[in-house]
């Protein structure tokens, strides 16, 4: 850790969190919502995806000395907060969810590792690879967006929930973690609003291939 910052630890144990959390959804959205035997298993595949992150974080910490548990902990009530207040109703708000809710979490951890040691950005961007999430999602809410253009307007208004409690949790995060919080201000240098701009940038892409409107 003596080549690291400050703050390393908490990136990878709110990332290794992260991606323990996203794979205990992926896998029960896929039980509860896929429309098919198909769409369980493509899902089911994402989400073994996103456990061999979780073991790569994991050893990471280990290896850097520190008990993945205890990194992982304090993150544990934010991120189980966020689930809850953002259950999905039905297979397209799921799949919403996994591409636009988690893709902009994730912007901002991506944001926190540009100033991290060579090693650690390495594992960053390893565990943050797409992995087919975007093509998956994308697929199936544009053809059901073909078939009921009316699914739309609840689908925009859930994104938009989706990213505001994203957003939410984030600054309790960085409040009850300020070194993870220096991390982030120190890769946006003087500019913060740039890296937001960035941020909101991506998510503008996102809806968009999604089909739906952004919104303020």
């Known amino acids: 850790m003596s080549d690291s910052p400050p703050g390393v630890s908490d990136l990878l144990g709110v990332l290794a969190y992260a991606e323990l959390t996203a794979f205990l959804r992926l896998a029960e959205d896929a039980t509860r919502y896929a429309p098919s035997l198909t769409d369980r298993a493509a899902l089911g595949g994402l989400a073994a995806a996103e456990y061999a992150h979780f073991e790569l974080l994991r050893d990471r910490l280990a290896s850097l000395g520190t ?19 953002t259950f999905p109703g039905d ?6 969810k996994a591409y636009v809710g988690t893709g902009i979490a994730l912007d901002f951890y991506r944001e926190a590792a540009i100033g991290v040691d060579d090693e650690t950005r390495e594992l960053v961007d390893e565990v943050l690879a797409d992995e087919g999430r ?3 999602a994308v697929e199936r809410v544009r053809a059901a967006l073909e078939e009921d253009p009316r699914q739309a307007g609840r689908l925009a208004l859930w994104a938009r929930r989706l990213v505001g409690e994203a957003l939410s949790q ?6 009850a973690r300020p070194e993870l919080a220096a991390l982030l201000v120190e890769a946006a240098g003087e500019d913060i609003s740039r890296m937001f701009a960035r941020l ?12 739906l409107t952004p919104g303020p």
């Open 67 to 85: 008990d993945p548990e205890e990194a992982m902990a304090p993150f544990a009530g934010p991120l189980d907060d966020w689930h809850a207040q």
């Open 91 to 96: 297979w397209l708000e799921a799949l919403v």
């Open 134 to 136: 975007s093509q998956f």
């Open 170 to 175: 984030g600054q309790h995060v960085a409040a």
């Open 200 to 211: 909101t940038e991506k998510h503008g892409h996102r809806m968009a291939a999604l089909g």
